[in-house]
């Protein structure tokens, strides 16, 4: 069985900086594109960034391009988000999803294994 774990939300303020980490078990992720999504109060989930499975392709938000990072780290089965210049409109719950492919991508119905979230709130 797959379990995808996120972590590294919190409380911060705008200008801060965090770093999320998604751990995977009961499978490899080196042969899968990784992607962050996040959800805001209200709002439908909404694409952050992606990964290919080597790490040699990168997709981002507008929004977000310039201030956050995705890497990954195969060898531990983790995936990170380093996010600088945090804003009050980055808040919302954050995702990890494992892909069905090997490339990276921004659609939801990509990736098949998902994991509870965890939460992001910036003040403002």
């Known amino acids: 069985q797959v379990q995808v774990v996120e972590s590294g939300g919190g409380l911060v303020q705008a200008g801060d900086s965090l770093r999320l980490s998604c751990t995977i078990s009961?499978?490899?992720?080196?042969?899968?594109?990784m992607a962050w999504f996040r959800q805001a109060p209200g709002k439908e989930r909404e694409f952050v960034a992606a990964i290919n499975y080597n790490s040699r392709g990168t997709l981002y938000e507008d929004s977000v391009k310039g201030r956050f990072t995705i890497s990954r780290d195969n060898a531990k089965n983790t995936v990170y988000l380093q996010m600088n210049s945090l804003k009050f409109e980055d808040t919302g719950v954050y995702y990890c999803?494992?892909?069905?492919?090997?490339?990276?991508?921004?659609?939801?119905?990509?990736?098949?294994?998902w994991g509870q979230g965890t939460q992001v709130t910036v003040s403002s």
């Open positions: 009961g499978r490899t992720i080196n042969t899968s594109a």
């Open positions: 999803g494992v892909s069905r492919y090997y490339s990276e991508s921004t659609s939801q119905d990509d990736f098949g294994s």
